[in-house]
Nanobody, 123 residues
Framework: QVQMVESGGGLVQAGASLRLSCAASGFSFSSFTLGWFRQAPGKEREFVAG????????YYADSVKGRFTISRDNAKNTVYLQMNSLKPEDTAVYYC????????????????WGQGTHVTVSS
C-alpha cells in the first residue's frame, strides 16, 4: 500500500534551518506531483510547496517563497523541504502528499497523506 513517512521536524530558534524528508513507497513515485502542506494549531491546512514529477517545476506559497526549497530524488523515492530563516509563524505540523488532480496548491486534489512531522520555531 501507499506510504508517506515524514521526518526531520523539531524545535528550533527563529532564523534556524531544518530539512524535512518524506520517504514514499507503494506507488510509481516518479510519475506524480508531490506537495508539502502544513497545519498550525487552530488553523486550516495550507499549501507550502509543490514539485512536478520530473522536478522541473516547483511552486511555493507566498509566505515561504525565498526561504523554503522543495526538491525530490526519484531514485530514492524521497521528497525534501529545505526550510531556512525559520519564523515562529512557520510552527505547524508538516505533511507530504501525492497530487492526484487539480491545482498544485489545492489540498483537495491530494491523497496519501503522511502522519506529519512537527516543526516548532521559538522566538
Amino acid at each position: 500500500q501507499v506510504q508517506m513517512v515524514e521526518s526531520g521536524g523539531g524545535l528550533v530558534q527563529a532564523g534556524a534551518s531544518l530539512r524535512l524528508s518524506c520517504a514514499a513507497s507503494g506507488f510509481s513515485f516518479s510519475s506524480f506531483t508531490l506537495g508539502w502542506f502544513r497545519q498550525a494549531p487552530g488553523k486550516e491546512r495550507e499549501f507550502v510547496a509543490g514539485i512536478r514529477a520530473n522536478g522541473g517545476r516547483t511552486y511555493y506559497a507566498d509566505s515561504v517563497k525565498g526561504r523554503f526549497t522543495i526538491s525530490r530524488d526519484n531514485a530514492k523515492n524521497t521528497v525534501y523541504l529545505q526550510m531556512n530563516s525559520l519564523k515562529p509563524e512557520d510552527t505547524a505540523v508538516y505533511y507530504c502528499a501525492v497530487r492526484l488532480y487539480g491545482s498544485v496548491d489545492n489540498s483537495a486534489g491530494y491523497d496519501y497523506w503522511g502522519q506529519g512531522t512537527h516543526v516548532t520555531v521559538s522566538s
